[in-house]
């Protein structure tokens, strides 16, 4: 798998995760304990616990390709598990692994 397709797999994956968690922070859990109603939470927590192994899966996978050190990697990880990281994580890495293809095909 290149680079190229492992970024973009972990971009895929880093948005729906992200969309997940915050579907389960801020619909079901306010479901669950504001109006009684676990259903929600049992479907979406189960649901984005899911996606986040495919995140982790793909985080990794671009992790080794692009060899990020193994701090950065741990913290690609964890920002699948804060509401709104996965985002924020999604473009920083995006910016360091695009800046590092472009240093090696300079004439691309």
Same mark, same amino acid.
């Given at each position: 798998?290149? *680079?190229?397709?492992?970024?973009? &797999? ?5 948005w729906?995760?992200g969309?997940?968690?915050l579907?389960l922070?801020?619909?079901?859990? %306010?479901?669950?304990?504001f109006?009684?109603? %676990? +259903? ?5 927590g189960m649901?984005? +616990?899911?996606l986040?192994? *495919?995140? *982790?899966v ?6 080794e390709? &692009?060899?990020?050190?193994p ?8 920002? +699948?598990?804060?509401?709104v990281?996965?985002f *924020? &994580?999604?473009?920083?890495?995006t910016?360091r692994? !695009?800046?590092?293809?472009? &240093? !090696?095909?300079?004439?691309g």
């Open positions: 798998m290149s *680079i190229s397709l492992a970024l973009k &797999a972990y971009r895929i994956a880093a729906v995760t969309v997940g968690l579907v922070v801020f619909y079901a859990m %306010p479901m669950k304990y109006f009684d109603t %676990p +259903g929600p939470v049992a479907v979406v649901l984005h +616990g899911f986040y192994m *495919i995140y *982790i793909c985080a990794l996978l671009l992790a390709r &692009a060899r990020f050190t701090v950065f990697a741990l913290l690609v990880l964890v920002a +699948g598990t804060i509401p990281c996965s *924020i &994580a999604e473009r920083k890495v910016h692994v !695009q800046d590092r293809l472009a &240093a !090696q095909n300079p004439a």
